[in-house]
């Protein structure tokens, strides 16, 4: 007869780099909205490997630790990432015509449904995801609604938003690193339980 063997996960937790790569990029990309310099070859760089691969390889190791939100959440914003320095480059490079406002708009619409859902998961999570997500969520529909409308202030107003948005990334991915680096709750995250 076989005995059971418990097998311990000691793998690090990938949730501070998917939430630095989302934070860091989303606040530059948003300082960027709102007016103090033009889209630029740092967004897009910072687009691909911080905001995009980063994030996969978060989502990735988050599989690894049977993690369905932290898999879903990284995977899906590192390929939004990737997918939104594609819609700037490849019109450049002669593949495809620029996004309309109205294709753009309806594109961040369908980001802003699927973040709103997956606020309602973090309702069970911590109170630092649910302001990530909850700003995230809003920021999605303020950029389709100033896509949509053409409304310049409504996209400036998104920025200051995204900037929000993107340190209230940074303060769940710090929270969690200085937390564990002191054994103790150092930065509040507002933790529910287990998930």
């Known amino acids: 007869m076989e005995k059971n063997v418990?097998?311990?996960e000691n793998t690090a937790n990938p949730a501070p780099l998917g939430l630095m790569g989302f934070g860091?990029?989303?606040?530059?990309?948003?300082?960027?909205n709102a007016g103090f310099f033009p889209m630029d070859a740092m967004i897009l760089g910072?687009?691909?490997?911080?905001?995009?691969?980063?994030?996969?390889?978060a989502g990735m190791m988050e599989f690894k630790k049977n993690n369905t939100f932290g898999t879903t959440a990284f995977t899906s914003y590192g390929f939004f990432w990737l997918a939104l320095v594609a819609l700037n480059v490849?019109?450049?490079?002669?593949l495809g015509a620029a996004p309309s406002s109205l294709s753009m708009a309806a594109f961040l619409f369908m980001w802003g449904l699927f973040t709103f859902f997956m606020f309602i998961a973090t309702l069970r999570i911590s109170k630092a995801l649910?302001?990530?997500f909850g700003t995230l969520a809003i920021l999605f529909f303020?950029?389709?609604?100033g896509n949509f409308t053409g409304s310049t202030a409504i996209l400036t107003f998104a920025g200051y938003e995204g900037i929000l948005c993107g340190f209230t990334?940074?303060?769940?991915?710090?929270g969690?690193?200085?937390n564990e680096s002191y054994g103790k709750e150092i930065l509040p995250l507002g933790v529910i339980g287990e998930h």
């Open 90 to 94: 490849m019109p450049a490079v002669g």
């Open 24 to 32: 860091m990029t989303t606040i530059l990309l948003n300082i960027h």
């Open 176 to 178: 969690q690193v200085i």
């Open 169 to 174: 990334a940074i303060y769940a991915a710090m």
């Open 6 to 8: 418990l097998v311990t």
């Open 46 to 57: 910072m687009g691909i490997f911080f905001g995009g691969m980063a994030q996969v390889i």
């Open 130 to 132: 649910q302001v990530v």
């Open 142 to 145: 303020l950029l389709a609604a």
